[in-house]
Structures are given as C-alpha cells and as structure tokens.
C-alpha cells in the first residue's frame, strides 16, 4: 500500500473505530450506570432491619430492609447509590436506632431481592412506591436520604411527596452533567438514556434540605454537588468534608450530622 493511499485510509479506520465505541457505550451504558443490579441473591438473614416486599404500580416487587423506630420521630427513606446493595447499611440502621430513629432501605428493580430491570423512570417509580408504603407504616414523618445515583431518586420523590427533609450524600447536578465531564470525547447528551436531571427538579423541594460532599470526591465533583446546592430554594445547608472522597463519606462524621438533622426537623414539629 502506497504511502497515500494509508494516509486516506486511517482517518477512515479512525472514525469507523470511534463509531464502534460510541456504538458500544451506548449499548452498555446502563450496565455502566446500574453495576449493582442483577440476580445476586439476598442473605437468609438480614444484617438489620425486617424484610418488606413492597409492589410499585407497574407491578414491580421491591425487597427492602426495614428498621422501625418511635412513631413520634421521623423516620429515614434510604436510596443507596448505583453499586450498593440495602444490608451494607447495618451501620447506619444500628446508629439511627440508638435514637429510636426507623430506617428503610430499598433494593432498586433489577437490583438483588427485586424483580425487573433498571431505567431512570423506574427508578423514579420505585421512590415514589417506597415512600407511599413507608407513609402507611411507619405513622410519622419521612426524611429521604440519598446517596450518590440515590440522591436524583431523592430529589424527584421529596419534589413529589410531602417528605419533612431531605439528605443529599454526594449528590450532582445531574448524572448527565457529571458523564459529561467524565467523558468529554464522546457526545453524551446524544447517547444518554437516564439523565436523572436533579437540576430541573430541586427547585420543587421546599422541605429542609442537608447536602454531605467530600472534598476529594472524583466520582461525582464537588462543583457538581455545589451546583445543586446553588439552585435548591431554603432552607439549606451544605457540609463539606475535606478529607473525604466518594466512598469513605460513609463515616461518623456522616452519620452524627445525619441525626443531628433528623432530630433538629422533630424539634420543628416534624
């Protein structure tokens, strides 16, 4: 093959190549966003909490964890982030109860215990089944609590639901801005099929809201959380955790500023 003749051929191989990875992106983008979801099975016996099983209307069955505390405090609506899974949550269900503090933790559809497959809009439904199930049961106000993917179901459901507060761990403007900045080469407002846009729905949560974010977080900026914040209506109030990154924000420090909060919205007649 002459020199020419190469030199027309490899922007052509060029773009062909990054055609077949946009091509592959797209095809397993919710494999890349959902990576705790699949048929891994539950534990026999729960690491806290009761086992509930709770049916959304598009007739998907929720498995959840439930830990159910005094009638006259709020009670805690947990949706955890993408690759977490509701009994890595023994520590948080365990300090809430040494306050008579409840705690529920949903397994997301598609995630283990639940039936079906995960999507943005699912997702959505399932926080909104949650916390109408939760409303029935636990007999006091709810605080929904989100970390990371968890925050945007947080965000849709206090927007649609009377929640008396909302926590927000990691929370971003929206996973679309964050793939965005994660992957610049790649045309992602195109590709993407759950946006989760926080940022359109924050402005509707009224309630009291707390927003955790570690300092060193590469997962989800800082910036991004802080962005959110900016747009959220009071009251509000953001804690930032200098040595803290994305995973090692589930600490003590967390969970007594969680509390803190919780227990401030009873004092408020919650």
């Known amino acids: 093959m002459s020199a020419t ?10 773009v062909i190549a990054y055609v077949a990875f946009v091509g592959l992106i797209y095809l397993s983008q919710r494999a890349l966003l959902f990576p705790g979801a699949g048929a891994t099975p539950v534990p026999e016996q729960a690491s806290w909490g009761e086992t509930v099983r709770i049916k959304t209307p598009d007739g998907e069955m929720l498995y959840g964890l439930y830990s159910q505390g005094d009638s006259d405090k709020p009670c ?6 993408n690759g977490d899974r509701v009994d890595n949550y023994a520590f948080l269900a365990q300090a809430l109860a040494t306050r008579r503090i409840g705690l529920l933790a949903i397994s ?20 909104i089944a949650a916390f109408d199930w939760l409303s029935a049961h636990a007999g006091s106000g709810i605080v929904v609590l989100g970390r990371s993917l968890g925050t945007g179901v947080a965000v849709n459901t206090a927007a649609k639901r009377p ?3 909302v926590i ?3 929370p971003y403007l929206s996973v679309l801005s964050v793939a965005q900045t994660h992957y610049p080469f790649l045309p992602v ?3 993407l099929k759950d946006p989760f846009r926080s ?3 924050i402005g509707k949560v009224g309630q009291p809201k707390l927003f955790l974010h570690g300092r060193l977080d590469d997962s989800i900026p800082l910036s991004s959380g802080q962005a959110l914040y900016s747009l959220a209506p009071e009251p509000k109030q953001m804690l930032i955790y200098d040595g803290a990154g994305h995973n090692d924000i589930l600490n003590d420090r967390m969970v007594g ?3 803190r909060f919780v227990e401030a919205l009873k004092g408020n007649g919650a």
């Open 5 to 14: 003749k190469y030199l027309l051929i490899l922007p052509l191989m060029a």
């Open 76 to 81: 805690v609506l947990l949706f955890f982030g």
């Open 108 to 127: 997301y559809r598609g995630y283990p215990g639940s039936t079906g497959a995960p999507s943005e809009q699912g997702l959505l439904t399932d926080g």
């Open 163 to 165: 929640a008396v507060g």
């Open 168 to 170: 927000l761990v990691s």
């Open 189 to 191: 407002e195109l590709l």
């Open 199 to 201: 940022d359109l729905n």
């Open 257 to 259: 500023d969680v509390i």
